[in-house]
Nanobody, 115 residues
Framework: QVQLVESGGGLVQPGKSLRLSCAAP????????MGWYRQAPGKQRELVAS???????NYADSVKGRFTISRDNAKNTVYLQMNNLKPEDTAVYYC?????????WGQGTQVTVSS
C-alpha cells in the first residue's frame, strides 16, 4: 500500500517559518509530479505548489515569493518551505503524488498561524 507521510506542521506566529516534508518510500518517486495542497475550514482544497519531474515549479498566487517547493529524488521526499506565514495560511496541508491517472494523498498535517 502506497503511503505518503507528511511532517513539519504546527503552531507558529505570523511572520515565522515552517518546513513541511513528505516522504514517499514506496513509489518510483522520480516519475511523479509532487504537489502540496491545503484545505481551510469551510473551504475547498486548493493547490499551493507543485513540482514536476524536471523540477519545474508552480505556485498559487497567494504564496508566491513566500513558499518554496523542492524535491530530493534520492530521498523520495518533497519539501515545502513556508516563510513569512500569515494567519490566512492556516489549514491542513496535504501532499500529493501524481503520475498518469494515479494519485496518492498523504493524511495531512495541520499548520496554524496565530499570535
Amino acid at each position: 500500500q502506497v503511503q505518503l507521510v507528511e511532517s513539519g506542521g504546527g503552531l507558529v506566529q505570523p511572520g515565522k517559518s515552517l518546513r513541511l516534508s513528505c516522504a514517499a518510500p514506496r513509489i518510483i518517486f522520480s516519475n511523479y509530479v509532487m504537489g502540496w495542497y491545503r484545505q481551510a475550514p469551510g473551504k475547498q482544497r486548493e493547490l499551493v505548489a507543485s513540482i514536476t519531474t524536471s523540477s519545474t515549479t508552480n505556485y498559487a498566487d497567494s504564496v508566491k515569493g513566500r513558499f518554496t517547493i523542492s524535491r530530493d529524488n534520492a530521498k523520495n521526499t518533497v519539501y515545502l518551505q513556508m516563510n513569512n506565514l500569515k494567519p490566512e495560511d492556516t489549514a491542513v496541508y496535504y501532499c500529493n503524488a501524481a503520475f498518469s491517472r494515479t494519485n496518492y494523498w498523504g493524511q495531512g498535517t495541520q499548520v496554524t498561524v496565530s499570535s
